[in-house]
């Protein structure tokens, strides 16, 4: 949103990975989509099933599996269970260069990398205060959070730049 705004360009709603899954899976419940839950760690994948079964009555969680990117497995699990809907979550960019690897032998419908959603919603952790999120300010939450993640956050002063740079070349 602040890169729109530097660039003078209309912004879109920012919608977080564990409020885009919540919606998706009222959606699904609503529509028997079938979901299959893929990744975390220590059960968390089973619990956030439950949790979402008990907030939407009549979702169809066809299958969870924790799990690797490297387990042979995964797939056919995947492909037994005929979901239409994917949620992958074994961290950026983990996931994402999995489902881009794998989507075309997978052909689920819809596949999206959710990284720590499920413990979210799991309440394995902690979500920042509304009005942080509202305020665009959950990453740094999260930092203060869980220190170990300083590294990615380094990706941040790149992006300004270069959405800077930009907005120079525009003038």
Not at 23 to 47: P, S
Not at 63 to 77: F, L, R, S
Request: hydrophobic share 45%; aromatic share 10%; net charge positive.
């Amino acid at each position: 949103m602040l890169s729109a705004k530097i660039l003078k360009s209309k912004a879109l709603d920012k919608i977080s990975g564990v409020d885009l899954t919540y919606k998706l899976c009222e959606e699904a419940a609503k529509q028997g989509y079938r979901v299959f839950l893929l990744g975390g760690q220590n059960g968390v994948g089973n619990k956030a099933a439950e949790v979402l079964k008990s907030l939407y009555p009549g979702i169809n969680i066809v299958g969870t599996y924790e799990g690797n990117p490297e387990d042979n497995n995964v797939i056919t699990k995947i492909h037994e269970s005929k979901p239409q809907i994917l949620l992958v979550a074994w961290g950026a960019p983990k996931q994402d260069l999995w489902i881009s690897k794998n989507k075309n032998e997978i052909n689920v419908p819809v596949m999206m990398g959710v990284g720590g959603t499920y413990d979210f919603i799991a309440g394995v952790q902690k979500r920042a205060p509304k009005v942080w999120r509202d305020l665009g300010f959950e990453w740094l939450w999260r930092l203060v959070r869980e220190p170990w993640r300083w590294k990615r956050q380094l990706a941040l002063p790149k992006v300004i730049l270069l959405v800077l740079w930009q907005r120079i070349r525009q003038i």
